[in-house]
Structures are given as C-alpha cells and as structure tokens.
C-alpha cells in the first residue's frame, strides 16, 4: 500500500481541483492535490512539500478529513486528505495541465480520479452539515432549546465534585450549560457553528468558544466534559483522536457524557447533515481503543423528535490510567 496525501484547499468557499496533465498517470482525471510520502516524513510535511513542488506555493496543513483506500491494480493508494490554508504564491502548472476552484455545487462537475471521489464526499458531507447549522442556527435552537434531559443529567453529575469545571462540547443552544450554571458547577460552554455560538451566548450569559471537536487544546483542565448528540457530527475517521484529544482536557479520574444516534455506519439525512451512528456493540469497540478511557454506565432509549421517534445510544466513561492490557 502506497500512502499518499491530499490537500482540501479552500478559498472563499470553493475548493481546488486539479486535472492530470496528459502523458501521466490518470491524466486527464481531476484530484485534490498531493504527493506520496517520503521515507521518514509525517502527512503535515509531505503534503506542504509535495504543493511547493507542484504548485510552487506555501500553505499551512490543518486539520485531517478523511482516508480513502483504493486498488489501482497496480498499487494500492491511501489517500490521506487534511484542510489546507493557501498562504503564499502564485499557482503554477507543473504535474496538472488545468486548475478550478470548485463551489460546494459545483463539486460533482468534473471527473475525478477514483480514490478521490470518497474523500470528496466526505467533504461535501462535513461542508453540508456546517452550513446546514449555520443557515438554521436559531430555528435550531429555538426547536431544540426546550428538550428535557432531567434524567440524564444527574447520572454525570453524580460522578462530578462540588462545583466542578464542566466542558458542554457542542454546546448548541446552551440549555444544558445553563442547567449547569444554575446547579452552581463553572461551565466552559464551546460550539463549531459561530451563529450557534451567538444564542447560547445570549442565553447563558457568558461567551462561548467557537472551536471544532478537532482543535480541542485542553489539559487536565475540566472535572466533566458533556458531549450530548454532539460528537455524532464527528467524523468516523477522527473519533479516535477527538476522543483522545477529549481524554488529555480531563483530570484524572474525569467523565464524559456522550450519545449517537443508534444505527450501524454513517449517514447524510434529509436535511444534508452527517452523522456518525453507533450501537452498544460498536461504541464498546471504540472505547475499547482508547487506553485511558474506561466505560462506567451505558443506556439506550427512544425520544420523540420532530414527530418521529429515535433510538439513542448514552455512553458515561472514566479518564483512567492506561492498564498494561488496554496499552496493547
């Protein structure tokens, strides 16, 4: 297998594609930009190098989207894409004969080349899903500001001491971190969508952060972090680093609330928004990868929501020290 990068380079909200020049591999097939990785480099450094060599151009790599694995026949790819920032230099044609900035619309126009196309989708999944929340970020918050989670909320704080520092990850409307102000507990609240981020401001009456699950920079900092129907925009190839990431912005012996949507893979609903679904077995099998992470309480139930009734998947767990069996 033959590990390979790919840079989602966004401006003014399109996106390049570049068209293999004739005489090359795939030539005439659209990609998004990238290079195979040298011995000793990380994906970061190989796909800046690989676009200054391109495109004669400097950038900054930012977070990872997704991978997608393909047989050629003669090799297998792994197509590692990352979010990239274009930060310096005019584009130059070496390895493509074509360049075009893509809208969201406009992504299916052209032909791409076939370990692309996942990597694509993933994309347009992620952009849907943000832009869903932040065209409807108050019908959002107005539909969502008056669900009832009264039992639920005692079965995380009964594990938190006194007047704790509480993470609400994904905060949405703020009704959860407003339930937890008021229950005398220091609240960090933190959105992705910035016009989400707006309400919950002005109903909790604090600042939010706006920051993605992906750039969570804490450290032993939160006594509990609340992540309800949150971490279900996560995308399947980055849980396990979030949850590593949400691990490491606990004190020991610190909790997490989670819920998914129960289902058996990922899914776009109606409304263009991704979700990563799970059941008890498969939401085992992620903890189960994570050596600091232990499983302390676990429920399924079934709530009614815009008139249709939904099956839930509630996960509490421990930040632990790493056993020697877990380690491996």
Known sequence: MINVTAAIIEKEGKVLAARRKAGSHLAGYW??????????????????RELAEEFKIDSIIGLFVGESIYDYGAEVIRLMAYLVEHVEGEFKLIDHD???????????????????????????????????????????????????????????????????????????????SRFFLNAGYVVTAMDASNEIATHAEKFIGQPVLVSSFQELLFFNQF?????????LHCPRAQIVDVLDRISQSLKPNGVVYMSFKW???????????????????????????????????????????????????????????????KAL
Not at 106 to 130: G, H, M, R
Not at 135 to 158: H, K, M, Q
């Open 31 to 48: 990609e998004l930009p990238g290079g195979k990785l040298e011995e000793g480099e990380t994906p970061e450094e190989c796909l800046r």
């Open 98 to 176: 074509d360049l075009r900035w893509l809208s969201f619309n406009e992504l299916n126009e052209v032909n791409w080349a076939p370990a692309d196309i996942p990597l694509v989708e993933q994309y347009k999944a992620l952009a849907s899903t943000s832009e869903y929340y932040r065209v409807n970020a108050s019908n959002y918050c107005e539909e969502t500001i008056g669900i009832n989670l009264i039992d639920i909320y005692p079965r995380f704080i009964e594990h938190l001491p006194e007047k704790g520092h509480i993470l609400d990850l994904g905060c949405g409307s703020g009704r959860d």
């Open 223 to 231: 006594d509990g972090v609340w992540a309800c129907a949150s971490l």
């Open 263 to 325: 289902g058996y893979d990922e899914a776009v609903d109606d409304k263009g928004r991704y979700f990563n679904n799970y059941t008890l077995e498969s939401l085992h099998e992620l903890i189960d990868q994570m050596a600091n992470l232990e499983i302390i309480d676990e429920w399924v139930e079934s709530k009614q929501l815009r008139e249709i009734e939904q099956k839930w998947i509630n996960f509490l767990v421990r930040r632990i020290e790493p056993t020697l069996d």
